[in-house]
């Protein structure tokens, strides 16, 4: 696989570098596409999503969007997609990232692609429908229940989302039927297995709440080892009327991983959403997430951390659109930030006037723990409607002095005292995920982390 040469030393013109960024992103398209399930399968959809990657180019820091993620070294590494997936994937690689709560469904990815053999599904009650595209894709009588709500989120048009769609293997089925309440969670692991080249792999999420259910979700994407790896996944959930969703998503790749993922969601009347998002992984993530509330009376709450060190750059984009009356959001996005790293956040939150009776606050909490580190925040709030009451804002600051001393004079070392106002800190969201296991495991990676 040809790549663009390397010009640190020399100066390249804007249109070199969008041709260079062209060139590259149709070297990605070519690579997913050999074993899309879109083209094989549904080819309409594969080509209305290669037609808008070729419509399209790699972003730069020239697009508003991404002006503070440089992925100028992404386009350095030649990555590929794997023409048959790795056997090397064993039970015992998983069972430090499993749930060890009774009778937890799990499904397993490895680069994207289902692997029956390393999930567990058996004990569902009847009528509800999880496990692998491809395999639930060859029953005829679910196919035209399927296509209504794959790739139809809206955004779907944007240049990384529309390569998933053109490109994705497999995908991850969550389907709840109708006044079904699922008492056990349900662990989706997507699993980076490295070649001897660097791999991308597109997982992909479909989510269907019908009315009146209710599930709780983990998505969780977890690196085998630390080589170079693009994962470039893609969460679709559909809640119907009165539904519920408690969705966890969980990133913790090994930091030789660039990792680019977009969750879409669609609430009915009276549904209730909430996202607990953490990143710990990657040394470069982005996470877009769009809600989109399309009924009167909807809830929606966003609660997200990430916690990174070194060089790592964390990037979290998030869009809110209350289109009814008597709509309500809450999101808290909280960093903690050392070393050299970077962490960006630009949250957009849509009232228009339509809108009436809604309320809605936004605000973006930031830890830096490194005269070095960066932080750069963007909370944003556009209001057309007259009668709400919304609020939003953004601090970045230091451990406070006062804070330390106080430990201090209680008895606890200057170390101890900094590290238990950052587990504090930390804590706040992490408290939010509703599995007891999961709020443990990431505690013990905070603790890690601050030492």
């Not at 679910?142 to 390569?163: C, D, M, R, W």
């Not at 877009?288 to 916690?307: H, K, M």
């Not at 009668?387 to 939003?392: D, I, M, R």
Request: proline share 4%.
């Amino acid at each position: 696989m040809s790549m663009p040469a390397s010009r640190d030393r020399e100066i390249v013109s804007p249109a070199q570098a969008a041709a260079d960024r062209d060139a590259y992103l149709l070297q990605l398209l070519q690579q997913v596409s050999r074993n899309s399930f879109a083209s094989s399968v549904l080819p309409k959809l594969g080509e209305t999503a290669t037609a808008l990657v070729h419509e399209q180019t790699l972003p730069s820091t020239r697009d508003e969007e991404w002006r503070f993620t440089d992925l100028s070294a992404l386009l350095q590494t030649p990555f590929r997609a794997l023409s048959s997936q790795p056997s090397a994937v064993s039970w015992d690689d998983l069972a430090a990232v499993t749930l060890p709560e009774t009778k937890t469904s799990r499904l397993v990815f490895v680069n994207g692609v289902y692997a029956p053999e390393l999930s567990a599904v058996s004990d569902l009650p009847d009528g509800v429908l999880v496990g692998g595209l491809v395999e639930v894709y060859a029953d005829p009588a679910l196919q035209p229940k399927i296509t209504p709500y794959l790739a139809q989120q809206s955004g779907s048009n944007e240049v990384f989302t529309a390569l998933n769609t053109a490109g994705f293997q497999d995908a991850a089925v969550v389907w709840v039927k109708p006044n079904q309440t699922l008492e056990h969670p349900i662990h989706i692991l997507f699993v980076s297995v490295a070649d001897d080249h660097p791999v991308i792999a597109q997982p992909r999420c479909l989510v269907i709440a019908e009315a009146n259910s209710g599930l709780t979700l983990v998505e969780d994407y977890w690196g085998l080892d630390e080589s170079d790896h693009l994962t470039n996944g893609v969460t679709e959930i559909w809640l119907e009327e009165n539904a519920q969703v408690n969705h966890s998503r969980i990133q913790r790749q090994g930091r030789a991983a660039f990792h680019i993922g977009k969750t879409a969601v669609s609430q009915a009347r009276d549904s209730r959403y909430t996202c607990n998002a953490i990143t710990l992984g990657a040394k470069l993530s982005r996470h877009n997430l769009d809600v989109f509330q399309s009924g009167e009376q909807t809830d929606t709450r966003l609660y997200s951390l990430s916690a990174i060190a070194h060089t790592q750059l964390a990037d979290t984009h998030s869009v809110m659109s209350l289109t009814k009356p008597h709509g309500s959001f809450e999101q808290l996005h909280k960093c903690i930030v050392d070393d050299r790293a970077h962490t960006v956040f630009n949250g957009k939150v849509f009232v228009p006037q339509e809108a009436q009776l809604t309320h809605a606050s936004q605000l973006n909490r930031n830890l830096m723990l490194s005269g070095k580190a960066r932080v750069d925040t963007k909370p944003q709030l556009e209001i057309v409607a007259d009668n709400v009451k919304c609020a939003h804002g953004a601090t970045v600051s230091q451990l406070e002095a006062d804070e330390v001393f106080y430990l201090q004079s209680r008895g606890i070392s200057q170390t101890q005292a900094q590290r238990l106002l950052i587990y504090g800190f930390a804590m706040e969201i992490i408290e939010k995920i509703p599995i007891s296991s999961l709020q443990e495991t990431l505690t013990e990676k905070i603790t890690e982390w601050t030492n």
